[in-house]
């Protein structure tokens, strides 16, 4: 480790000689940057971490949504400050569960913290309890595979009706009346839902109830409730499915929808349908409302929305950690992570992913938090 560390300060040292563009605080970096990055934008942002006495191993679990996003922040924290973060993306309901069992040192979650699950964590975050840090914000994408249809127009009641088994075929007259200029074919719909407990299922069923209650009469959360579909694990698993099956349509988050997924845009009564994009995420974001108390900052989103350019499908990720009572271990780890990914330069990296970054009042407060934890 000491030879480590002796290595990256030389790395540092070497260059602040060359470029005189580090900061004497940073941990120093191996310049292992992404194909595309300058050696200087790379050597910049690896210099903006701080590392503290950030030291170990961190293991976390959780939302599938965000592991693109927290693979990339892994991969420069990693770099600066030579600590590993294992992050296994299970789903939200395993990270919560993991969390509150004392078996990582945050998790992630699409779906803020319930009741009981605040009062299972006081049992590990000794003098303290979870709470929820809005991180990551995104479209979920609802993906399909329909030969020779790459433009596809649905609005909540014909989605509700498709994931509730209620419409089964393509060319069904209301996906019709939706795409009068496709060529849409006799085909089976294959649906594709989450198989284990997932924010990302409670995020999407969440709009259904708000915009389509008659037609999705189920109360919600991260199980999926309906009859009928097909499951598939993970953001990964849905959008494999997606990818290789005739016919079908399944939700995962946007930097999933890659390689032939085509996404819906939904009708949301706006003078025009509204895409699945970053852009159109944050705006529906923007109208979120902080509904957490105390340290608290749980958000409650308007899946209801009209907005013009505004994509109601929208999820933010929270990442849980213990607002008092973290194990001595991992504290500094913890919170030099969490302030890395609520940094500026953290934030910039989700859209480089295809998330959206959480509007700037908000992380403001999440960034104070986090310099309080203990």
């Known amino acids: 480790m000491k030879l480590q560390r002796m290595n990256r300060r030389a790395l540092t040292l070497g260059a602040l000689a060359v470029s005189g563009a580090l900061a004497l605080t940073a941990c120093g970096s191996d310049d292992t940057s992404k194909a595309g990055d300058s050696s200087a934008s790379s050597t910049a942002q690896a210099g903006s971490i701080k590392c503290d006495d950030a030291k170990g191993q961190l293991l976390a679990d959780g939302s599938s949504a965000q592991k693109n996003a927290i693979d990339a922040w892994v991969k420069q924290f990693t770099q600066a400050c030579g600590v590993q973060v294992n992050y296994k993306g299970s789903g939200s309901g395993a990270g919560i569960t993991?969390?509150?069992?004392?078996?990582?040192?945050?998790?992630?979650?699409d779906s803020a913290l319930k009741p009981e699950e605040v009062t299972a964590s006081k049992s590990v975050c000794s003098g303290g309890q979870g709470i929820d840090l809005p991180m990551v914000g995104g479209p979920i994408a609802v993906g399909f595979n329909v030969p020779n249809?790459?433009?596809?127009?649905?609005?909540?009641?014909?989605?509700a009706k498709i994931f509730n088994g209620k419409i089964t075929n393509w060319n069904d007259e209301a996906i019709k009346k939706l795409n009068p200029d496709a060529k849409l074919p006799s085909l089976k719909i294959q649906a594709?839902?989450?198989s284990e407990d997932s924010g990302t299922t409670d995020n999407f069923t969440k709009y259904l109830i708000a915009s389509a209650k008659s037609d999705w009469p189920y109360e919600g959360g991260k199980a999926w409730q309906a009859k009928g579909g097909q499951a598939?694990?993970?953001s990964s698993g849905i959008a494999q499915q997606v990818k290789q099956t005739s016919g079908a349509i399944g939700y995962m988050e946007l930097s999933y929808a890659k390689d032939g997924i085509n996404p819906v845009s939904i009708d949301t009564g706006a003078s025009a349908p509204v895409d699945a994009t970053v852009e159109n995420a944050t705006k529906a974001?923007?109208?979120?409302?902080?509904v957490g108390t105390g340290k608290d900052l749980a958000l409650k989103l308007n899946y209801a929305t009209k907005a013009d350019g505004a994509y109601p499908i929208t999820l933010v990720t929270y990442e849980i950690a213990c607002d008092k009572g973290n194990k001595a271990e991992t504290l500094a780890a913890t919170k030099a992570f969490l302030s890395y990914i609520a940094s500026e330069d953290g934030q910039k990296v989700l859209s480089d992913n295809d998330y959206a970054p959480i509007p700037a009042d908000i992380i403001a407060k999440v960034r104070t938090t986090i310099d309080g934890l203990s």
């Open 285 to 290: 974001i923007s109208d979120a409302k902080v």
């Open 192 to 194: 594709f839902h989450r």
């Open 149 to 159: 249809v790459d433009k596809l127009v649905l609005d909540a009641p014909t989605l």
């Open 98 to 109: 993991a969390f509150t069992q004392g078996q990582v040192a945050f998790a992630g979650s």
């Open 232 to 234: 598939a694990s993970g």
